[in-house]
C-alpha cells in the first residue's frame, strides 16, 4: 500500500496542473449542478415496525384531507388588543381564511371560533390548515405561501405566526457563517504553526475543494434519495475539519523532507508513501464508523451516517491527490510568504519537537504515577455522563427569532404546553362503525378511558373513518413534548385494553419515543461493530493485536469526557445560556429569568456522536502509532521511541487538534440545538483526545506494555495481508539510532 500510494502522490506531483483543474472542474461543476437543479431534502423520520409508524400509516386510510402526518399547519393568531370575537377582527380573520384557501394544496381551513380554537381569554387563536397532495418536502415553502396569505389579519393589527406540524429535524438548516469563521480561525492557527502564508493556504485551498465536492453529491443525491436537512451542515463540520486535518499531516512531513534537502518530487512521494497511508487508514476509520449507523434501526440515523461519510471520503482523495498536485506545482515556494512575526520555522519547529519529545521521555520515567492521574482525571470528566438526560428537543428550544419558537410560545401560553405535541390516538375497530352522531359505544367507551389516563389534560372528538374500520382521536397531554414526562403518557395510553379495539399512538413524541427505545435496543451492537471492526483495520494497519485493541479502548475513554460535557452543559444547565440556548417560557409566556436551564438531548444524538467522535480520536491514534512504529524499527528500543514518535507528532497533532476544535466550536453558533450539541460533544472530545489521552494516557501505557505493543502472533502474522502504512524504505533512510537496554525484538513479519 506504502508503495502504491507512493507512485499515486508523485503522479499526481508530476501532473499537478492537470490534477488542480480536473478537481476544480468537479468542484464547479458539482456546485452548479446544487444551484441549477436544487438541492431537495426529506427528513424521512419514520420507522417501520413501530406502534408510531402504524398509527401513522392508519391516518392515511380515509380520515380525510390533512390527517397524512406533516399534511397541517396552523397559524398561530394573537390580539393583544383584544379578544378576536371582535367583529372587525373577526372579518380580517375570515378574509384571511379566505386568501389561505387560494393558496395550492390547502383543501381546508378550519376556522378559530371552532370549539376549541381560541384561548379562554380569547385573544389566541389557531387556524387549522389542511393540505392535501403536498410534498412533504416542500412544507417550508407552503408554509410560508400560508403564512403570506394570511396578511388581511395582520393589517387589522393580529399577529399571525405560522407554524408546521413538522418534526424539529425538519426545520431548515442555514449554513455559511459557522464555516466562514471556521476557516478563518483555521487559518490563523495554520499560519502560527507553518509561518508562511502559502504552506498555510494549502490546507485551507484542499479542505474548501474537498467541502464543495462533497455538499455538491450530498445536494443532487437528494432528487435519488430522502436527504436530511441536517445533512449538509454535519458534512460541513467533519468534511472540514478532517479535510484540514488530513492536509496539514501531508503538509508537514513533506516540508520536514524538503528542509532535509530531499527533491521536490521525491519528498512527494515518500510523504505520499508515508503519511498518506495514515490519512487513508484514519479515514477509513471514520467511514467505518459511520456506516456502522446503518444497524441502529432508525431511517434517518442512517441516512445521516453515510451522506457524512461521502464528506469524509472526499477529503480522504483530495488529501491523496490535490495536496500532492500542489505540493508538486508550488516546489519550494510552499514556504513563500514567510511572516516575519512568527519566527524562523525549523528553530520553532525543532524547539516543539523536543517539548514533546521531553514530555514523552518525562512520562517514560513515571509511567504508572501518569497513568493513574489520567485515569482519575478523566473519570471525573466522564462521570457526569451517568446523568444525561435524553428527551425530545421540541420548538422551544428554537432560536428566538423563530417563527416556530413564538408560535410555541402562543400555544403554550393560550392552551397549555401539550397543545404542542398531541398524540394521535389511532383505533382498529373490530367491528365496522358507523359514521356520524351519536357515536358507536364502542367508541364512547374508548373516549372515556383516555380521558381518564393520568398525564391527559383534553381529548378531541372523536373521528371516523369513511369505511368505519378506525377512529382517530387528538390527545393533548399535561406536559410539553420535551418533558419526559409525555413519554409515559404515551406509554399509558398504549396500556389500555379496550374490548374489539386495537390502539396505536403517533406524533411526534410518540415516534421519537419509539426511536429511543429502538435505538435504545440497537446500541451495543453498533458499539460492538465499531470497535470490532476500528480495532480490525488498525490491526491490518500495524500488524499489533495489542495496539488495536488499546487504541479502541483509548477512544472509549475519551468519549466518556465528551458525554460528561454534553451532561453538563445540557442535562445540568451549567452552560446552556453560554452556548447560546434561549430559556424556556413560564406558563404566561414571559421568560424564565434564570441562568441555569437544562436541554434534552434527542435520543439518537449519543449514538450519532459516538460514530463521529471514535472515527475521529482513531485518526490522532494512527498518526501517533505510525511515528512510534517508525521510531521503534529503526532503534528497537520502546521507550526511545514512545518520545521519539510523540516528539515528531506532538506538535502537528496539537496544531490539528486545535483547527478541529475551532471549527466545532464555530459551529455552536448555529441557532439549532442538534448542532449545537454536536460542536460542544465534538470540540470537548477532540480537546481531550489530543491532550491528555495522546499526550499523557497513550504514552504511558506504551511504555508499560513494552515489546508486547509490537507482538504478533505467528500464525496471525502469517494469514494478515501486508497493508503496511508506512514507506518501509523511509523507515531506514536515515542512521539508526543506537539501541538502549530496553531493546526488543519485533516478531512481525516487516521487523
Known amino acids: 500500500m506504502a508503495s502504491l500510494l507512493g507512485r499515486l502522490g508523485g503522479w499526481c506531483a508530476r501532473h499537478g496542473r492537470a490534477v488542480l483543474a480536473l478537481w476544480i472542474i468537479v468542484a464547479g461543476v458539482l456546485t452548479a449542478g446544487t444551484l441549477v437543479f436544487g438541492r431537495p431534502v426529506n427528513s424521512n423520520v419514520s420507522i417501520p415496525g413501530t406502534d408510531a409508524q402504524r398509527a401513522h400509516d392508519l391516518m392515511r386510510d380515509g380520515f380525510g384531507p390533512g390527517y397524512d402526518p406533516g399534511g397541517t399547519m396552523q397559524v398561530v393568531l394573537y390580539s393583544k388588543d383584544g379578544p378576536l370575537l371582535d367583529a372587525k377582527r373577526k372579518r380580517a380573520v375570515e378574509k384571511a381564511m379566505a386568501e389561505v384557501r387560494k393558496v395550492p394544496h390547502v383543501v381546508q381551513v378550519d376556522t378559530p371560533y371552532r370549539v376549541g380554537g381560541l384561548s379562554s381569554n380569547m385573544m389566541i387563536g389557531v387556524m387549522t390548515v389542511r393540505l392535501s397532495g403536498n410534498d412533504s418536502s416542500k412544507l417550508a415553502e407552503t408554509t410560508k405561501q400560508v403564512s403570506a396569505a394570511a396578511e388581511p389579519v395582520r393589517q387589522a393589527g393580529i399577529e399571525a405566526v405560522p407554524a408546521d406540524n413538522g418534526t424539529p429535524a425538519d426545520k431548515e438548516i442555514k449554513t455559511g457563517s459557522s464555516e466562514i469563521i471556521g476557516v478563518a480561525c483555521a487559518l490563523l492557527v495554520l499560519l502560527l504553526a507553518f509561518g508562511t502564508l502559502v504552506a498555510a493556504m494549502v490546507p485551507i485551498f484542499t479542505a474548501v475543494i474537498s467541502l464543495a465536492v462533497g455538499l455538491g453529491v450530498i445536494g443532487l443525491l437528494g432528487h435519488i434519495v430522502d436527504v436530511p436537512k441536517q445533512a449538509s451542515v454535519m458534512a460541513s463540520m467533519i468534511g472540514l475539519g478532517v479535510g484540514i486535518d488530513y492536509a496539514l499531516f501531508l503538509l508537514s512531513r513533506h516540508r520536514k523532507l524538503l528542509a532535509d534537502g530531499v527533491p521536490v518530487h521525491e519528498s512527494v512521494r515518500r510523504t505520499a508513501a508515508g503519511a498518506g497511508g495514515a490519512v487513508l487508514f484514519a479515514g477509513g476509520t471514520v467511514v467505518i464508523a459511520l456506516s456502522a449507523l446503518m444497524l441502529a434501526g432508525f431511517p434517518m440515523l442512517r441516512t445521516l451516517g453515510w451522506i457524512t461519510g461521502i464528506s469524509v471520503v472526499c477529503a480522504v482523495l483530495t488529501s491523496l491527490t490535490l495536496v500532492p498536485a500542489l505540493l508538486g506545482v508550488l516546489g519550494h515556494r510552499v514556504n513563500a510568504l514567510r511572516l516575519p512575526l512568527v519566527g524562523p520555522r525549523r528553530d520553532r519547529a525543532h524547539s516543539a519537537a523536543n517539548g514533546w519529545a521531553g514530555l514523552g521521555t518525562w512520562v517514560a520515567g513515571r509511567p504508572w504515577r501518569v497513568l493513574a492521574t489520567a485515569v482519575i482525571v478523566l473519570g471525573a470528566l466522564a462521570a457526569p455522563a451517568l446523568a444525561i438526560k435524553l428527551g425530545t428537543v421540541d420548538d422551544g428550544y428554537a432560536d428566538r427569532g423563530q417563527s416556530s419558537r ?47 389516563v393520568p398525564g391527559v389534560a383534553y381529548v378531541a372528538p372523536a373521528k371516523i373513518n369513511a369505511s368505519g374500520t378506525a377512529v382517530l382521536f387528538q390527545v393533548v397531554p399535561e406536559y410539553a413534548p420535551s418533558d419526559p414526562r409525555t413519554a409515559g403518557v404515551v406509554r399509558a395510553v398504549r396500556g389500555l385494553h379496550v374490548p374489539d379495539v386495537g390502539l396505536h399512538v403517533g406524533g411526534e413524541v410518540a415516534g421519537m419515543t ?57 442535562s445540568y444547565g451549567l452552560g446552556s445560556r453560554l452556548v447560546g440556548m434561549d430559556p424556556p417560557v413560564s406558563m404566561d409566556g414571559s421568560y424564565l429569568a434564570t441562568l441555569f436551564f437544562t436541554v434534552p438531548i434527542d435520543s439518537y444524538v449519543p449514538l450519532m456522536l459516538f460514530a463521529v467522535l471514535f472515527g475521529l480520536s482513531m485518526d490522532y491514534e494512527v498518526f501517533l502509532l505510525t511515528s512510534v512504529r517508525q521510531a521503534y524499527l529503526r532503534s528497537r528500543n520502546n521507550r526511545l521511541a514512545v518520545a521519539e514518535g510523540l516528539g515528531a507528532t506532538g506538535r502537528v497533532i496539537t496544531s490539528a487538534a486545535l483547527i478541529m476544535v475551532v471549527v466545532f466550536v464555530a459551529f455552536i453558533a448555529y441557532p439549532d440545538p442538534l448542532v449545537k450539541v454536536f460542536g460542544v460533544g465534538l470540540a470537548v472530545a477532540i480537546a481531550v483526545d489530543a491532550t491528555i489521552i495522546r499526550g499523557l494516557l497513550v504514552p504511558a501505557t506504551m511504555v508499560l506494555l513494552g515489546r508486547l505493543n509490537w507482538w504478533c502472533p505467528a500464525w496471525l502474522d502469517r494469514i494478515l495481508p501486508n497493508l503496511s502504512i508506512t514507506d518501509h524504505a523511509e523507515d531506514h533512510d536515515e542512521e539508526p539510532v543506537t539501541p538502549g537496554p530496553d531493546r526488543r525484538l519485533v516478531t512481525t513479519g516487516q521487523s
Open 514 to 570: 419509539d426511536a429511543g427505545d429502538r435505538i435504545a435496543e440497537r446500541t451495543p451492537a453498533v458499539i460492538g461493530v465499531v470497535v470490532l471492526l476500528s480495532a480490525l483495520l488498525l490491526l491490518l494497519a500495524f500488524r499489533a493485536p495489542v495496539v488495536a485493541i488499546k487504541a479502541a479502548l483509548m477512544n472509549l475513554i475519551s468519549l466518556g469526557a465528551a458525554f460528561g460535557a454534553l451532561a453538563i452543559v445540557f
Open 406 to 452: 413564538r408560535a410555541y410560545e402562543l400555544m403554550q401560553a393560550g392552551f397549555g404546553p401539550g397543545s404542542n405535541g398531541p398524540l394521535i390516538v389511532v383505533g382498529e375497530l373490530g367491528t365496522k362503525a358507523p359514521a356520524g352522531d351519536p357515536p358507536p359505544p364502542v367508541v364512547k367507551d374508548l373516549k372515556n378511558r383516555l380521558t381518564y
